[in-house]
Every structure is written in structure tokens, then in C-alpha cells.
């Protein structure tokens, strides 16, 4: 079965610094990768996805990841965080085929002025 | 309704008593997860249901821990004889079968259960 390891359990920010949340994954096949994030108070929404192709993806609000095979990797980078971004950030996969989406233990992002 | 529907928001019992957690998903989302989420350990998979298949119960962390579909569509997550270690934010997801496996959940806002 898949797992997911989220290696920043909490990271503190200044605003406009840049962000990096790291991501591995441990499956030997072909994965759907994706990052969700939920904002204080509210559910779990959809940041990006990645299942072919380009393996920098582009999410909303300027995220985006990158799939690196090799390294089991799919980090999620920001190059300027805002106070908005203030959330916990979730990582998870699921094997091809009709397998359960795996989350990690997510990061929590706290973004200060 | 526009949304995965859980209820009840909030929910507090004592130890030892049974609980029900109800979800509804999106109209015609014939594919349902519930997870737990609790401090410090994520989103923990529990059982997930994907059209007339058998559901995938290997996230079901004991025997106390059952749910159903009624009709492919509410789910109902039920946990007997509560224990405090359980508690937690139960998590109710759907998606849309006939889109593409990577398509999104869409997640409801979650059943906080207390066990006093």
C-alpha cells in the first residue's frame, strides 16, 4: 500500500519569503500526486494535481509542484507567501487504478507580517 | 444541495455509547471516502465506496468502526461503544465516477465527535 511522508510538521514564514513543503511518497507504480490545503475553519479544497505530463504542475494562487519520479518526490513551492496563505497543506496519493487517496500528516503553514 | 453535507457538526457523547455520522454527497458522486482527522495525524483513511463495488474497508482502525451506503448515496459512519482515543473530525469526501481518476475530492466540513 502507499504511504505519505510530509517532513515540516509546522514552518513559520515572513511574508514574501518562499515556500518549499516537502512531500515523498512510497508506491513503485504509477501514482496520481495532489496537494490539498485547508484554510482556517473551512474544508479541504484542491491546490493541484499531477498524473501525466509536465511534471511541474501549476495550482491556484500561485502554487506549484514538482514531480520527481526518481526521488518519490512532489514538492510544493510558492516563490512569495502572503499572509493569506496561512493554512495546513496536505499531500496525497493514490495508486492508478480504483485505490484510496492516501493523505500525509500535513504542514501547517502560519505566515506572519 | 452544492456541497458534501455532514451532520451533525458537533457531536459529544459519552464513553462507551454508540455514535452515527451521516453524510451526503454530491448528487450523483457515486464514489464516497470518510477519513478521520485528528491533531497531529492528518487525514487517516477509513473506508471508502466506489459505485456497486465491495467498499474498501482497510482503514477501519477496529471492529467498532462499521459504515453502509444506503442506495449509493447517504453514508453513515458508525462507531460503537466510543472510546476517547476516537476522538476526532470525521471527514466525509465524494467524487464523480465517470470523471478521470485524478479528478478532486470534494470534501464536507466534518462531524467533530467528543467522547467524554
Known amino acids: 500500500a502507499q504511504s505519505v511522508s510530509q517532513h515540516n510538521h509546522h514552518v513559520i514564514l515572513s511574508e514574501a519569503a518562499s515556500l518549499e513543503l516537502g512531500c515523498n511518497y512510497s508506491y513503485g507504480g504509477t501514482v496520481n500526486l495532489f496537494w490539498y490545503v485547508q484554510y482556517p475553519g473551512q474544508h479541504l479544497q484542491l491546490l493541484l494535481k499531477y498524473f501525466s505530463g509536465d511534471p511541474l504542475v501549476k495550482g491556484i494562487k500561485g502554487f506549484e509542484a514538482e514531480f520527481i519520479k526518481s526521488k518519490f518526490s512532489f514538492n510544493l513551492r510558492k516563490p512569495s507567501v502572503q499572509w493569506s496563505d496561512t493554512a495546513e497543506y496536505f499531500c496525497?496519493?493514490?495508486?492508478?487504478?480504483?485505490?484510496?487517496?492516501?493523505f500525509g500528516k500535513g504542514t501547517r503553514l502560519s505566515v506572519i507580517a | 444541495g452544492a456541497g458534501v453535507s455532514q451532520s451533525p457538526s458537533n457531536k459529544v457523547t459519552e464513553k462507551g455509547k454508540d455514535v452515527e455520522l451521516r453524510c451526503d454527497p454530491i448528487?450523483?458522486?457515486?464514489?464516497l471516502y470518510w477519513y478521520r482527522q485528528s491533531l497531529g495525524q492528518g487525514l487517516e483513511f477509513l473506508i471508502y465506496?466506489?459505485?456497486?463495488?465491495?467498499?474498501?474497508k482497510s482503514g477501519l482502525p477496529s471492529d467498532r468502526f462499521s459504515a453502509e451506503r444506503t442506495g449509493g448515496s447517504v453514508s453513515t459512519l458508525t462507531i460503537q461503544r466510543t472510546q476517547q482515543e476516537d476522538s476526532a473530525v470525521y471527514l466525509c469526501?465524494?467524487?464523480?465516477?465517470?470523471?478521470?481518476?485524478?479528478?478532486?475530492?470534494?470534501f464536507g466540513n466534518g462531524t467533530r465527535l467528543t467522547v467524554t
Open positions: 465506496f466506489q459505485g456497486n463495488s465491495a467498499p474498501d
Open positions: 469526501a465524494s467524487i464523480h465516477q465517470e470523471a478521470s481518476y485524478n479528478s478532486p475530492l470534494h
Open positions: 496525497a496519493v493514490n495508486a492508478r487504478g480504483n485505490t484510496p487517496l492516501v
Open positions: 448528487s450523483g458522486h457515486t464514489a
